[in-house]
């Protein structure tokens, strides 16, 4: 099976740890999904429920007449008290320290990184289980950097060491 990983494109705010709030696109951010999916097809595609990966997921299956699956589990990681916040607003040195150690270092009332791990893991197994040649998953950094760190076999406390840019999107063969 042929698996691609797209994050969603520049979200309205700007470069937030926006986790469950629900952005939508900006122009610039449906353009570059557009871009990264451009002479692609899949015979799913599987999304977030956030807006900013729900609707250019619907968008794209309609063009192309794939089947699309709404997976409550691909939502971003809960950041807590940083929801909403940037990286100036919180303070480098906390996000450093979070990024190097997430599972000492999370941020106050964030969701727990291995249950988002299990959550998002139990997902992705279930939808690579089934009988289909290639699958879209459209999703968040996070989600992203938990599917990446398991097809990896990397630790998943490694997994901000994963860069993940914005509408990138990655192709893996398993």
């Not at 299956?61 to 919180?90: H, N, P, R, Y």
């Not at 760190?149 to 063969?173: D, G």
């Amino acid at each position: 099976m042929i698996v691609d990983l797209l994050r969603h494109g520049e979200p309205q705010g700007g470069r937030l740890y926006r986790g469950n709030q629900d952005d939508a696109l900006t122009d610039k951010g449906w353009q570059q999904m557009l871009d990264s999916t451009q002479n692609k097809t899949w015979d799913l595609i599987a999304t977030s429920p956030l807006i900013r990966c729900q609707a250019f997921a619907k968008h794209l299956s309609v063009q192309q007449q794939s089947q699309l699956e709404i997976i409550d589990q691909f939502k971003e990681l809960g950041f807590g008290d940083w929801q909403g916040l940037s990286a100036t607003d919180i303070g480098q040195d906390l996000v450093d320290s979070f990024k190097k150690d997430p599972i000492n270092n999370q941020p106050p009332n964030a969701e727990n990184l291995y249950e988002f791990q299990q959550r998002v893991l139990n997902a992705f197994n279930d939808i690579t289980s089934r009988d289909i040649d290639s699958l879209l998953i459209v999703a968040h950094a996070g989600v992203i950097r938990v599917i990446k760190s398991h097809l990896l076999n990397l630790p998943i406390e490694k997994m901000f060491t994963i860069e993940v840019m914005s509408a990138s999107c990655e192709n893996f063969e398993i």
